[in-house]
């Protein structure tokens, strides 16, 4: 039922918009939380799957302002994640990146009163550039980009630790070819690797002016582009 079905799924994707939108300008304020739903109510459905979704990146305000992930944040993701299993993967590899991005969530969450204070290992490390080719396995950082944050890590980190050469040709190969949402979330592991003190293989800032120049119109891939700016704000002189 395709008509029945492409109303629900625009009201779920302006939903993780909205979030998007509210963690964006907590991020921009003072670090605090996003203020995502009133306590006092029940969470509609579209909210909690917008919260399911940004997973990880909702506690951007507080991580990279040093703060330990919010109580409220924390709950509502929580139950988010009980209403909305994670989804039937459709191949080994999307439930690969779906697993790892539930892992930074649920290191997060066990940060808190709402998690596991002792989560699962973590899920089986990705391939790496020797074994997808440098073009794939970038496609698959940008894919995991939710990681790139403070206090996370783990093999995927290890990986862009040592792959910085491939980030910075795949951030490259993705600005050329004017995809400017992986080019993002490139710059961004890119941007985690300098707090790291690594060398970069390239200038990260004129890839972000040139992003944030023409003007990119997902609020989400707008948050992206913000945590960048602010891992390359905390970096190492």
Same mark, same amino acid.
């Given at each position: 039922m395709p008509f029945a079905e492409t109303p629900l799924r625009d009201e779920y994707a302006a939903a993780v918009e909205r979030v998007a939108g509210r963690t964006l300008d907590a991020l921009r304020g003072a670090g605090g939380a996003a203020a995502l739903a009133d306590p006092d109510t029940a969470v509609p459905r579209p909210l909690l799957a917008a919260v399911r979704v940004l997973g990880a990146d909702l506690f951007t305000p507080q991580l990279l302002?040093? #703060?330990?992930?919010?109580? +409220?944040? #924390?709950? *509502?993701?929580?139950? #988010?994640r009980r209403a909305f299993p994670a989804p039937a993967p459709t191949s080994a590899e999307a439930a690969l990146v779906v697993a790892w991005q539930d892992w930074a969530a649920d290191r997060l969450l066990a940060r808190t009163p709402y998690g596991d204070p002792a989560?699962?290992?973590?899920?089986? +490390? +990705?391939?790496? /550039?020797?074994?997808?080719?440098?073009?794939?396995?970038?496609? %698959?950082?940008a894919q995991l980009s939710v990681l790139a944050l403070p206090g996370l890590d783990g093999p995927v980190h290890d990986a862009a630790r040592a792959g910085t050469a491939q980030l910075a040709h795949g951030t490259v190969r993705s600005m050329l070819r004017r995809d400017f949402t992986t080019a993002v979330r490139l710059a961004r592991w890119l941007a985690w690797a300098s707090t790291?003190?690594? /060398?970069l293989r390239l200038e990260v800032e004129p890839v972000?002016? %040139?992003?944030? *120049?023409v003007g990119i119109g997902a609020v989400r891939t707008r948050l992206e582009l913000a945590v960048s700016? %602010? *891992?390359?704000?905390?970096?190492?002189a």
């Open positions: 302002a040093g #703060a330990e992930p919010d109580g +409220p944040t #924390a709950a *509502l993701l929580a139950e #988010a989560p699962a290992s973590p899920p089986a +490390p +990705p391939p790496g /550039p020797d074994d997808l080719g440098w073009q794939s396995w970038s496609v %698959r950082m790291e003190g690594l /060398p972000l002016d %040139r992003t944030h *120049l700016q %602010r *891992l390359l704000e905390g970096s190492p």
